[in-house]
């Protein structure tokens, strides 16, 4: 039957993420049909009071079939050029298509980077909330031509649960070319709809596909599981079906599958900082220091650590270690990998007096930090 769905017709902001092989054909490159058909639903939720974000997938896809591309190319040069012309044309339509229900779009192409370091984030954060509130609908890419491979979120399925918690969403709907999370890949044979899910825990042993059936996407069923535990796990809601069910999931039809949100909100950098980034590079922390950071919060001082690897630069990220090699916490460094060595075991105040004020800083503020799991990765 599926539980009552109030929540999702009461939700007062939502972001919609559609996948790529929901909006193109790997030999037609766009389906103006279904951006029509998408924009429309789209159109009507804004026009009832609802803020829309869009995440739309495809640049790549669409960029297939101007170059002469026969399917998605597995070098990342060949996947930016084409994301670099299908992102245009993505755009275009999308812009025409909101134009003929009287509504201005407006592009935010986001890289890791963008969220996770400080100014960046906030940058994001006050653009986003001032297209809404311009009523304006913000549709949200990777920022695929500049993004490596390093600092990709890879799947915009992520990046729609992560966007859904910057804007403050109080419901993400995750449209594919499948109407539902199966208990195995429909299109592998039988298999049944799951119309609620509690807990992501619950899908354990679930055949979860890692490959779409079009080879357009990427990520397959797992990137979105995935993303409703990022986004169910920080107090939002999240449906999965497919695009042309759009319309009766935000209606409140008991369509798809309902994601139902589980904590109250987190704090949306320190969500970004867990599962956008990985760490450039590695803290190990001495017994005191493990126990100040992981018992009390405290911030890591230079004191604490007693080894540092890896190459990266004041506003990275970085991972906290035990003397194991256990990884405790991610947090943003305030040092250049190469300063640090200089600096370990020695005390704060002994480094602001011998080197300068500057030096009394912490390696990472207690502030932007966040305790991982411990094995989870
Ligand atoms: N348990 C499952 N339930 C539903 N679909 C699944 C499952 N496992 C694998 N899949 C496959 O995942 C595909 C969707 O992934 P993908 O093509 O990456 O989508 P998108 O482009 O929308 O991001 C479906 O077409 C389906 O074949
Ligand atoms: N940024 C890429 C999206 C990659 C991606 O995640 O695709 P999909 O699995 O279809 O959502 C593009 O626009 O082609």
Redesign the pocket.
């Known amino acids: 039957m599926g539980a009552d769905r109030t929540a999702i017709t009461e939700a007062e902001r939502v972001v919609v993420k559609?996948?790529?092989?929901?909006l193109t054909t790997t030999r037609g490159g766009i389906d103006d049909s279904r951006v029509a058909a998408l924009v429309d639903s789209l159109a009507k939720v804004r026009a009832a009071g609802r803020d829309v974000v869009l995440v739309s997938?495809g640049a790549i896809a669409a960029g297939l079939a101007p170059l002469g591309m026969p399917a998605r190319p597995r070098d990342l040069a060949r996947q930016q050029a084409a994301a670099s012309v299908g992102q245009g044309l993505l755009m275009a339509n999308y812009t025409t298509e909101f134009a003929a229900h009287g509504r201005q779009v407006g592009q935010v192409l986001l890289t890791v980077d963008d969220v996770t370091r400080r100014a960046h984030y906030r940058n994001a954060y006050r653009t986003l909330h001032k297209l809404l509130a311009l009523g304006v609908v913000p549709i949200v890419n990777e920022n695929d031509t500049v993004a490596t491979h390093e600092i990709r979120f890879g799947?915009?399925?992520r990046l729609a649960a992560l966007v859904a918690q910057l804007v403050h969403a109080d419901l993400l709907v995750l449209?594919?070319?499948?109407d539902?999370?199966?208990?195995?890949?429909?299109?592998?044979g039988e298999?049944s709809a799951i119309t609620d899910v509690h807990s992501v825990d619950e899908l354990d042993g679930?055949?979860?596909?890692a490959?779409?059936?079009?080879g357009?996407?990427?990520?397959?069923?797992q990137?979105?599981v995935e993303a409703a535990a990022i986004a169910t796990g920080s107090g939002i809601d999240v449906v999965l079906t497919s695009a042309p069910q759009a319309p009766a999931v935000l209606a409140g039809d008991k369509v798809g599958t309902w994601f139902h949100r589980r904590a109250a909100r987190r704090s949306t950098r320190l969500l970004w900082l867990e599962y956008a980034t990985d760490g450039r590079g590695t803290l190990v922390l001495d017994d005191g220091a493990v126990r100040a950071v992981v018992e009390r919060g405290a911030s890591l001082l230079p004191a604490g650590i007693t080894d540092v690897a890896g190459d990266f630069t004041a506003g990275d990220p970085v991972d906290l270690l035990d003397g194991d090699g256990a990884v405790l916490a991610r947090g943003v460094v305030n040092f250049d990998a190469s300063e640090l060595p200089a600096l370990l075991g020695r005390s704060t105040k002994d480094l602001a007096r011998e080197l300068g004020a500057a030096y009394e800083r912490e390696v990472v503020h207690r502030d932007d930090m966040v305790l991982l799991r411990r094995g989870r990765r």
């Open positions: 559609i996948g790529s092989s929901s997938s799947d915009n399925d449209l594919s070319d499948v539902a999370l199966y208990d195995g890949d429909p299109h592998r298999a679930l055949d979860v596909g490959t779409g059936r079009s357009l996407g990427s990520g397959g069923m990137t979105k």
